[in-house]
């Protein structure tokens, strides 16, 4: 509520954009004529009536418009300013509701007013105390701000309302139209409300400002530390150049200069500099940094647009089978498939149609054998023939996807995958890859690597493969890819679709005589720094090195054996025990390495042979090296003690338990049939053995030896010593056919073994077995387990029949 006392007359001080509220202390300019001219009124007047103090109504003027109500001032003093002008201290003592002009001394307006009285509730309501104390608090926060401590004070002690809400006259943030709004707000709990309302807004402008301002500034300062930084790491590395002797510019590990300057594919450049960058916004101890600087290393260093030239100038076909001819003796279906394949690859290159690919396309040649045939000297081969560089990824227990394809960046130590090093160490984009034991990689948590060789092998995909580590995509349309397997069997499916296969079973000892003597002893004799005419092998102590030193489908350990050979007679000469040249034939063998190892059966103390007492029978089989001989035993548990039923021992795979089953059931329905003593069958346990040695695959193909052993064992007739054995028994005693019977017949022969058994129905699989082999071998092709008995055991001697061995 406000009520008005007796009229005032007074000279009107007009305030351009200034507003002076109520309790304000404010200098005026006296140059100012209209400040002047109403100064020096107020002062006539004040004189004739005697008043005190001079009093002025100071009203603002907005573009030339008074507003309605003014503040009674009161000039407390006329004097100097700070900058020297004359001027006068006012004071603000209360609002004025300004009335109509009248007449006055002096030059000024004047006019007539009213005061205005203000009423506060007493005692103030709960809201009021709580707008008081908001208001001193967010007054105070603001005076902090700008540090003026002696302010906070003073505003904290004034406890009246409407003083409190004029004191925001002095904020330098409020327009002149808010002033005004303020002073025209007579009711004072309204204008400390509004007051209090201007202060919160502002500073909540002020904290948005202040955060973009901090925003702002860090950001400068971010870059502008960045620059310093910069400029002091180069300084560093100048000097620690200069410490190091190195010249300006040649700069080791200037990777952008490196990366600039390098042949790259566009698309590799880009990535290469974006890592650049990278690393020079990190900091040179920083991991990151090192991870990066890898990587780098390992872009730089791959043959982008490295390749070595064999269409250009053509290798010609003539000539790649003439290198195939030279670096390996015999194998010539092996080489005529290898050509085959170079001639088709050839072909299609020069009439521009890429590799051949699809699915079955066969696009990849896969070389299965045992260990030592020559498998991957004979993808070197290829190599030389092509004129291409040679890499052999191995991939033997890879079981980790990522080992093929590499891993993430983001993985603490990571590696480009093994596709990508190998090109790496090719130094060229289109070599031939060997990869190596594909049958031996094996899939578990770490993702399926032979998924990711899919990828490598599939030519519809191989253009663009995506290494993880690398990240960026490299070509390998024009990688040779040649795989090498000991088993078929264990090669991954999908692999195998994409793969033309070329066997390498083994050799015959007349073969292996001519590797020892053409291509293994020159090697040696250089190894051992011996001179070719120096030291000559006869054919004798060749075969003898091959049959009885060694007993294997390849001749990685004739290789070896005639290594040590040789190392001995060099030593030997050396000491002076020996002179040189010197020719070594089958007898001197002995005293140089030692006796041998491999005796055949035949051979031995018809007593000590395996196949001497009834129940073991000689098969034949395919194991991880290739073919081997291996014996089957058997015997019967005592009827006392043994447990009945069936028993078997030496690592036998499901499929080998179950010919053991079924040679068991045969004999039982027809033991009698076969005059064999079957009712012992019923009675007691049989137990069936391999003796360790050679761990054939699991497969059907025991099934005659199982049975032969058997019916042996029964009948108390031992199995004829020269005699060896493969096929699958039925249940009414067929035989059925298997597989590997040239790399069995190679075994059997190497073993010394003279009569071997096989399905009738493997009769063709013999025109793969060389001839010298199935000259020294009386095959019998037979279809029914009879058969096998009848020419497998020996006639029964007399007394000696009953004398069954017994399993402990
Ligand atoms: N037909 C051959 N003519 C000449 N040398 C041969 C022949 N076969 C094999 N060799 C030689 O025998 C050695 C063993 O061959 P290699 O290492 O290539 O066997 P591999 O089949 O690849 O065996 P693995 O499966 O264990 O890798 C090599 O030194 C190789 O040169």
Redesign the pocket.
């Known amino acids: 509520m406000t009520l008005t006392s007796e009229p005032l007359t007074l000279p009107v001080l007009p305030l351009d954009d200034e507003v002076v509220l109520p309790g304000m202390v404010v200098p005026l300019d006296l140059n100012d004529a209209d400040v002047r001219a109403a100064v020096e009124a107020a002062q006539a007047a004040a004189r004739s009536s005697g008043d005190s103090k001079p009093r002025v109504l100071l009203v603002p003027r907005i573009d030339g418009t008074y507003a309605n109500t003014g503040v009674l001032g009161t000039v407390e003093q006329v004097g100097r300013l700070a900058d020297g002008d004359p001027g006068a201290l006012i004071r603000g003592r209360g609002r004025v509701r300004v009335g109509a002009g009248t007449t006055g001394p002096g030059a000024a307006l004047w006019v007539e007013g009213a005061e205005v009285e203000e009423t506060v509730p007493d005692p103030l309501p709960g809201a009021v105390t709580e707008l008081v104390k908001e208001y001193k608090a967010l007054a105070t926060s603001w005076l902090k701000k700008r540090a003026a401590w002696q302010v906070v004070d003073r505003v904290q002690q004034i406890d009246d309302v409407s003083t409190l809400a004029d004191n925001s006259g002095y904020s330098p943030f409020l327009t002149t139209a808010q002033k005004v709004e303020l002073l025209e707000t007579t009711d004072p709990v309204a204008r400390l409300k509004l007051a209090t309302e201007q202060l919160r807004e502002h500073l909540a402008e002020q904290d948005v400002a202040e955060s973009i301002a901090k925003d702002v500034q860090e950001g400068v300062d971010k870059q502008q530390r960045e620059f310093l930084l910069r400029r002091q790491l180069e300084a560093v590395r100048k000097e620690l150049r200069e410490l190091n002797g190195e010249a300006e510019g040649e700069e080791s590990d200037d990777y952008r200069v490196r990366v600039e300057s390098a042949d790259l594919p566009e698309k590799v450049r880009e990535a290469a500099l974006k890592e650049v960058e990278k690393l020079e916004r990190s900091s040179d101890q920083s991991p990151e940094g090192s991870w990066i600087r890898t990587w780098l290393d390992t872009v730089l260093e791959l043959p982008w647009n490295e390749r070595t030239d064999d269409s250009a100038a053509g290798y010609d076909i003539r000539g790649a089978r003439a290198v195939l001819d030279a670096?390996?003796?015999?194998?010539d279906d092996v080489k005529e498939r290898i050509t085959e394949y170079l001639a088709v690859r050839k072909r299609r290159n020069d009439r521009g149609l890429g590799v051949v690919g699809g699915r079955r396309g066969g696009a990849v040649l896969a070389l299965v054998?045992p260990?030592?045939?020559?498998?991957?000297?004979?993808g070197e081969s290829v190599a030389h023939a092509m004129g291409r560089k040679f890499v052999r990824v191995a991939l033997g227990g890879v079981r980790d996807e990522a080992e093929i394809r590499g891993h993430r960046r983001t993985y603490v130590g990571a590696l480009p995958g093994r596709i990508v090093r190998a090109i790496k160490e090719a130094g060229s984009m289109n070599p031939v890859v060997l990869l190596?034991?594909i049958d031996k990689v094996g899939s578990d948590f770490r993702g399926d690597p032979a998924a990711a060789l899919l990828e490598v092998l599939d030519p519809a995909q191989n253009h663009t493969f995506r290494d993880h580590y690398l990240e960026v995509e490299l070509d390998l349309s024009d990688v040779v890819f040649l795989a090498?397997a000991?088993v078929l069997e264990a090669i991954p499916e999908a692999l195998l679709d994409r793969m033309e296969l070329v066997r390498?079973d083994g050799y015959t000892e007349d073969e292996k005589v001519v590797?020892a003597r053409d291509?293994?002893l020159p090697r040696q004799l250089e190894r051992a720094g011996l001179e070719t005419a120096e030291v000559t092998l006869d054919e004798s102590a060749l075969r003898g090195l091959a049959g009885e030193y060694t007993r294997e489908a390849?001749?990685?350990n004739l290789?070896r054996a005639v290594a040590r050979l040789l190392r001995k007679i060099a030593a030997q000469h050396e000491l002076g025990e020996r002179e040189l040249p010197f020719t070594v034939g089958a007898d001197d063998l002995r005293a140089l390495i030692g006796r041998p190892h491999h005796v055949p059966e035949s051979a031995q103390d018809p007593a000590e042979r395996r196949t001497a007492v009834p129940g073991v029978a000689t098969g034949l089989a395919v194991t991880g090296a290739g073919g081997d001989v291996l014996f089957v035993e058997a015997s019967l548990a005592d009827p006392e003690t043994g447990a009945a039923g069936l028993t078997l021992t030496g690592q036998l795979g499901d499929v080998m338990k179950e010919s053991a089953q079924i040679a068991l059931s045969f004999l039982r329905s027809h033991g009698a049939e076969l005059e064999l003593p079957v009712a012992d069958l019923k009675d007691r346990g049989v137990h069936i053995h391999f003796p360790a040695g050679a761990v054939p695959k699991d497969g059907p193909s025991a099934g005659v030896t199982m049975t032969t052993a058997l019916a042996s064992l029964l009948s108390g007739r031992l199995v004829r010593t020269d005699v060896a054995m493969t096929g699958e028994v039925s249940l009414t005693g067929r035989v059925l056919p298997i597989g590997g019977v040239k790399q069995k017949l190679l075994a059997a022969h190497r073993a010394g073994v003279t009569t071997v058994i096989i399905p009738k129905r493997n009769e063709p699989d013999l025109d793969d077995v060389p001839a010298e082999v199935l000259e020294k071998l009386d095959v019998h092709a037979v279809t029914d387990v009879r058969q096998v008995l009848e020419l497998a055991l020996a006639p029964a001697t007399n007394g000696a029949a009953t004398e069954v061995p017994m399993a402990a």
């Open positions: 670096e390996h003796a015999g194998l054998g260990p030592g045939v020559g498998k991957t000297s004979l190596d034991e090498t000991n390498l590797i291509h293994l390849g001749v990685r290789e």
